[in-house]
T-cell receptor, first 110, second 113 residues
Framework: EDKVVQSPLSLVVHEGDTVTLNCSYE??????LLWYKQEKKAPTFLFML????IEKKSGRLSSILDKKELSSILNITATQTGDSAIYLC??????????FGKGTKLTVNP | NAGVTQTPKFQVLKTGQSMTLQCAQD?????MYWYRQDPGMGLRLIYY???????DKGEVPNGYNVSRLNKREFSLRLESAAPSQTSVYFC????????????FGPGTRLTVT
């Protein structure tokens, strides 16, 4: 059975700190790994990582896929209070389905 | 483009009542999904439809039925609601299978008393 584990489950930091969120997976026939940000509404897409695109960056956010270690990290530098959210990791394997982790709740205090 | 829309936004049901959650997308996507989200549980797949005319069970299908009415619309039905179905329900769509992201609707908050 496909499985995605995120750590930590929650994290509290101060504005300006750098954070690293972790996602590890077990999936048959890996296709892609996705990161989403969820505030008090629907998840919004951040990044997709595949075998042909193992590193993505957008502003202060970046993500790397380690296919050997079956894991990914999401880095946020110079955090702001607006970064407070739940960050979800999802993986697609050989089926049509995305399997989501339980998420990391990030709180950024001023 | 409205993206993915869901109705209703909120609903309160009594145990045993039935209801249908509606979802529509205007992005000409082939694949559509229904998830439920409970505190600390991430998103769990209820049913999905890889293309018009097909539906398949996800991780937690018991107590639910779905209909892919056409390419745009995918509905989720609770025939006899139970308190365990209290949750936030999200519909999502994706262009097709493969390396494409899913787009989510705004969610329906359902409470079953």
């Amino acid at each position: 059975e496909d499985k995605v584990v995120q750590s930590p489950l929650s994290l509290v930091v101060h504005e300006g700190d750098t954070v690293t969120l972790n996602c590890s997976y077990e999936v048959t026939n890996f296709r892609s790994l996705l990161w989403y940000k969820q505030e008090k509404k629907a998840p919004t897409f951040l990044f997709m990582l595949t075998s042909s695109g193992i590193e993505k960056k957008s502003g202060r956010l970046s993500s790397i896929l380690d296919k050997k270690e079956l894991s990914s990290i999401l880095n946020i530098t110079a955090t702001q209070t607006g970064d407070s959210a739940i960050y979800l990791c999802a993986v697609e394997g050989g089926s049509e389905k995305l399997v989501f982790g339980k998420g990391t709740k990030l709180t950024v205090n001023p | 483009n409205a993206g993915v829309t869901q109705t209703p936004k909120f609903q309160v049901l009594k145990t045993g009542q039935s209801m249908t959650l509606q979802c529509a997308q205007d992005m000409n996507h082939n694949s559509m999904y229904w998830y439920r989200q409970d505190p600390g549980m991430g998103l769990r797949l209820i049913y999905y439809s890889a293309s018009e005319g097909t539906t398949d069970k996800g991780e937690v299908p018991n107590g639910y039925n779905v209909s892919r009415l056409n390419k745009r619309e995918f509905s989720l039905r609770l025939e006899s609601a139970a308190p365990s179905q209290t949750s936030v329900y999200f519909c999502a769509s994706r262009r097709t299978r493969g390396a494409y992201e899913q787009y989510f609707g705004p969610g329906t908050r359902l409470t079953v008393t």
